[in-house]
């Protein structure tokens, strides 16, 4: 009975450590009020996956599961206060975050000097940054769209970014975490910091598409010949390739004026593939990349 008693008070003790855990399902629908060939999807997630299938139709099927994990009901019931599914509809487009995390959300300016720089994402905010919160969250979003929409996904911590079966433009960005782009034929832009990019494609993209890893290797698959122009850079990493029709180019000097001055920038590693066309920027740090034709 002693034992017993013992082993209770020990699962007792070892449940206090542990803390309590809050999952929620949400499930919603929605179609863009305005239909255009520029409809557009945007996730923006801080912790957790981004899972975007293309599908057939006009619904956007939305599903997203948080958790919420603190060791005090009271700090638990504060994270499934704060953390929400936060919604922007656009009319041709709809744009999906997460609202409570101590950072605002909205359309930011990098740089009031280039317009280009201009985006949807978070921003930092002195004021309302918690350095800690007393829980931990997690948000993953999982969404079937129509496959003709452009996709732009994102996420930062625990949690892969993965886009597949579209034939719009795709924009995927990651820090801690893997890009997986499947039977996807837009132009392509993914970076990650702390990852992998592995890319197939159904289509050969007809415009140019950016290539990043910073501790990862970068693999994509071309379904069949690609005629393209291409560049390679990386600090630890090799290039390897099937491609046959590689032709080395000479190297590309551009300048842009600065307050410091104008600032060369010199491309060494350029190749032309068959007659050209749009150009595959491919760049590693420490990692190696893989361009491979499944012809």
């Known amino acids: 009975m002693k034992q017993l008693f013992i082993c209770l008070s020990i699962l007792c003790l070892?449940?206090?450590?542990?803390?309590?855990?809050?999952?929620?399902?949400?499930?919603?629908?929605?179609?863009?009020?305005?239909?255009?060939?520029?409809?557009?999807?945007?996730?923006?997630?801080?912790?957790?996956?981004?899972?975007?299938?293309?599908?057939?139709?006009?619904?956007?099927?939305?599903?997203?599961?948080?958790?919420?994990?603190a060791k005090t009901e009271e700090r638990l019931a504060r994270g499934k206060s704060e953390i929400q599914l936060g919604v922007l509809d656009r009319a041709d487009s709809l744009i999906f975050f997460v609202e409570g995390t101590g950072q605002e959300f909205g359309w930011n300016t990098w740089s009031k000097k280039d317009s280009e720089n201009n985006h949807w994402g978070y921003s930092w905010q002195r004021n309302n940054h918690r350095e800690d919160q007393g829980y931990d969250y997690k948000m993953s979003f999982k969404l079937k769209v129509p496959n003709q929409v452009h996709v732009v996904a994102s996420t930062?911590?625990?949690?892969?970014?993965?886009?597949?079966?579209?034939?719009?433009?795709?924009?995927?960005?990651?820090?801690?975490?893997?890009?997986?782009?499947?039977?996807i034929a837009g132009a392509t832009q993914a970076s990650t910091i702390n990852g992998d990019v592995d890319i197939t494609y159904s289509k050969n993209p007809s415009s140019d598409c950016r290539y990043y890893s910073l501790n990862g290797h970068v693999k994509v698959n071309f379904p069949s010949s690609i005629s393209a122009t291409m560049s390679f850079k990386s600090f630890n990493g090799d290039l390897y390739t099937n491609v046959e029709s590689l032709e080395t180019m000479s190297p590309m000097v551009s300048k842009t004026s600065t307050s410091k001055?104008?600032?060369?920038?010199?491309?060494?590693?350029?190749?032309?593939?068959?007659?050209?066309?749009?150009?595959?920027?491919?760049?590693?740090?420490?990692?190696?990349?893989?361009?491979?034709e499944l012809k």
């Open 14 to 69: 070892a449940g206090n450590i542990i803390g309590q855990t809050f999952t929620e399902k949400i499930s919603k629908t929605y179609k863009f009020d305005k239909k255009s060939d520029q409809n557009a999807i945007l996730v923006y997630n801080i912790s957790g996956d981004v899972f975007i299938e293309g599908i057939s139709g006009d619904q956007i099927i939305l599903e997203v599961v948080k958790t919420i994990n």
């Open 156 to 183: 930062i911590n625990d949690g892969n970014v993965m886009v597949s079966n579209t034939l719009g433009e795709v924009n995927a960005n990651n820090i801690n975490g893997n890009i997986v782009l499947e039977k």
């Open 261 to 292: 001055g104008v600032k060369y920038k010199v491309e060494m590693d350029r190749f032309k593939i068959r007659s050209g066309g749009p150009h595959l920027d491919v760049e590693t740090f420490n990692g190696d990349a893989y361009i491979k």
